[in-house]
């Protein structure tokens, strides 16, 4: 569990965070999202005691980060930039890192498995490619086994595999109970991911909701060999209703309702899909306001 | 069994494997040792040959022991060096904030640095000072010139230049922690060490005398004499006013790395 209260940054007059109030819970993976810039390596960083808050407080279950008694049996973290030393071996950094926590060395080579860099690990980091990179730090981050996990932006630099590969391993992690919080400005990598969003502008959070709230289904797609007729059916109720190519897209009503009234009335039906608005529409609608720089068209 | 929560010895051991497990260490220890002994002994070379032709007073106020240790002055660039790395890569390559993630008490993590910095570099400060008295003696022998390890004065100052050493690298991790840059870091002990020595050059006779006796290389080599001589600090004062030097920069260090950002 993490929680920020009035977390505040500013960097020589400039806010980058603007008293953040969130809580990070158990469980589920918690979507960081917003813009570049908007505040949110500002706020891991906060969260590690990297920087120090200008105002406000960050805990981490309950204390702050440089009074858990082993940080890193408790939090992981993943941080954007590269953080080891290009001419240490991955295995000798985490040799190291283990040892400053009191953590078995055998659990070295445990998340070396664990990432697939076994066969690399006594190589130079300096050699790895960016991705290789990337599950050094995410090796360095398991390392504790902790409840906490942070990943800042971690697909960026990821081929198709990877990214795949630290999807299904946040999601795994959040199923064994684990704290997952992963910052992104890829809204279609928060969509397929995150059970839970932290939206953040301009260092403000602008909304901490469940996905399900945030991007509510707003109408339901319809196929049927009779549409005509279903169509006319659906008027009759008078719900909301476009036609859009071979589908019938109504709004305001659940599936059920529209399946219940197709057996009603007789009508064969070959899909029912409630259709959330993308949550690229949903996050523009809450941004339009916050974010730094408009991109100009054209 | 090792605790399973973060304390202060397993942040020197996380560092411990820190510093062997990087090239630069073995480098800096290879040439450290190479640098002071090899050049004390052509020093030492170079007097003996040249011994005829000095004139009284030169031989009357000849130091054996400071002159055979005089190599010790360049181990400084090689040491200094390593202090510095051990801090500035951190920030050059973005470690810090891995390291710190893992010791998020500040003043632990640099004191842990300290510890394990000055231990490499006490034990290779030692073998070179060592080194470079005994090749040097062996050589002023020739000419019946040298000093033994038992005469007066001499273990204190072969030891001394150990110590020496061991305080260079200890400013130097200062100065890498102040700066957090290597080459800048590396150019300001180098700077204050080789270059402000010749401020005093400028200065009115007696007033340079004096100034330059409390210059940071004068005093911190002071150590390494056995006579008294008039450009020098008596050893053990000129010592302490370099580790004076020494706790200034580390305190500034320490100030500074608990405050900043990372």
Same mark, same amino acid.
């Given at each position: 569990m993490i929680s920020a209260a009035g977390l505040t940054k500013v960097y020589g007059g400039k806010t980058?965070? /603007? $008293?953040a109030d969130f809580a990070v819970r158990p469980g589920v993976v918690t979507g960081f999202l917003?813009?570049? #810039?908007?505040g949110k390596s500002t706020a891991m960083r906060l969260i590690l005691g990297l920087d120090r808050a200008t105002a406000g407080s960050v805990t981490v279950n309950g204390r702050a980060y440089r009074d858990l008694p082993a940080p890193l049996r408790e939090v992981g973290a993943l941080l954007e930039a590269k953080a080891w $030393?290009? =001419?240490?071996?991955a295995y000798n950094h985490l040799r190291f890192l283990a040892r400053t926590n009191g953590i078995p060395r055998k659990r070295v080579g445990e998340v070396l498995d664990v990432v697939g860099l076994h066969d690399v690990?006594?190589?130079?980091?300096? #050699?790895?490619s960016l991705g290789m990179g990337q599950r050094l730090g995410i090796a360095a981050a398991l390392l504790g086994d902790p409840g906490i996990l942070m990943f800042d932006? %971690?697909?960026? =630099?990821? /081929?198709p595999e990877g990214i795949l590969w630290i999807r299904r391993l946040m999601q795994s992690l959040a199923a064994e109970g684990r704290t997952v919080f992963v910052s992104s400005h890829l809204m279609s990598e928060m969509a397929v991911t995150a059970g839970h969003l932290i939206v953040i502008g301009r260092g403000r959070i602008l909304a901490d909701t469940s996905m399900e709230d945030f991007i509510p289904p707003d109408h339901v797609r319809v196929r049927s060999p009779d549409l005509p007729a279903l169509g006319r059916a659906v008027a009759a109720e008078n719900w909301q209703a476009v036609t859009g190519g071979d589908a019938l897209l109504v709004y305001g009503v659940t599936p059920a309702a529209i399946g219940d009234l197709a057996f009603r009335a007789g009508l064969r039906v070959h899909e029912l899909t409630p259709v959330h608005p993308s949550l690229e529409e949903a996050f523009m609608r809450l941004t339009a306001d916050s974010v730094e720089f408009h991109g100009v068209d054209g | 069994m090792t605790p399973r929560r973060a304390t202060f010895a397993g942040a020197v051991a996380g560092e411990w494997i820190k510093i062997w497990t990087v090239r630069s260490t073995l480098w800096s220890m290879f040439s450290t040792v190479v640098v002071t002994v090899g050049l004390s002994s052509l020093l030492a070379l170079a007097y003996t040959l040249s011994y005829d032709r000095l004139g009284f007073r030169a031989r009357l106020a000849f130091d054996p022991v400071a002159y055979g240790l005089a190599g010790l002055n360049f181990g400084v660039i090689t040491l200094g060096v390593l202090g510095v790395l051990v801090v500035s890569t951190e920030f050059s390559s973005g470690l810090i904030r891995t390291s710190l993630s893992a010791v998020p008490r500040r003043s632990r993590l640099l004191a842990a640095k300290a510890v394990v910095l000055a231990m490499i570099a006490l034990v290779v400060g030692l073998i070179s000072s060592f080194l470079a008295f005994f090749a040097s003696q062996a050589i002023f022998s020739m000419r019946r010139l040298g000093a033994g390890i038992? /005469? %007066?004065?001499v273990l204190r100052a072969v030891t001394g230049g150990g110590l020496y050493l061991t305080l260079i690298a200890l400013i130097s991790l200062g100065a890498g922690a102040i700066v957090r840059h290597t080459a800048g870091a590396i150019t300001s002990v180098l700077g204050v060490l080789f270059v402000a020595p010749i401020f005093g050059v400028f200065l009115p006779e007696d007033w340079g005398r004096t100034v330059q006796k409390f210059l940071p290389p004068a005093a911190g080599s002071?150590?390494?004499?056995t006579r008294e001589t008039p450009?020098?600090? %008596?050893p053990w004062q000129g010592f302490g006013v370099f580790a004076g030097y020494t706790a200034v920069v580390l305190v500034i260090a320490f100030a500074l790395f608990r405050r900043r950002d990372v």
């Open positions: 980058a965070l /603007d $008293h917003g813009p570049n #810039g908007a $030393h290009g =001419g240490r071996s690990a006594a190589k130079r980091a300096r #050699g790895y932006e %971690p697909v960026n =630099g990821l /081929d | 038992g /005469d %007066p004065e002071a150590i390494l004499t450009i020098t600090l %008596p």
